[in-house]
Each structure stands twice: as structure tokens, then as C-alpha cells.
């Protein structure tokens, strides 16, 4: 999932620049914000 979230992310900064949200980020990947923040603090 963390290398799906790394394209994404590239992808929208590709798309957008540097202003897109957790919330692109989260309806380009079809998930919630709850599921990106729980995968961010499994570190």
C-alpha cells in the first residue's frame, strides 16, 4: 500500500503541484483519510 500511496502521490503532484490534500489523495486512491493516517503512524 505505501508504494500505491508513493504513485499517488507523484501523480497528483504531477497533476496539481504542491496544493493537493489528504482528501486527493484519499479519492485518488479510493480509500478514506482515516485508512492514509492509520498507515502513516504504523511506522
Not at 504531477?14 to 480509500?31: C, P, Q, W
Amino acid at each position: 500500500m505505501k508504494e500505491r500511496i508513493a504513485k499517488a502521490t507523484i501523480a497528483l503532484f504531477h497533476e496539481k503541484g504542491i496544493k493537493f490534500t489528504m482528501s486527493d489523495l484519499a479519492r485518488y486512491l479510493g480509500v478514506s483519510k482515516s485508512i492514509l493516517h492509520g498507515i502513516s503512524k504504523e511506522n
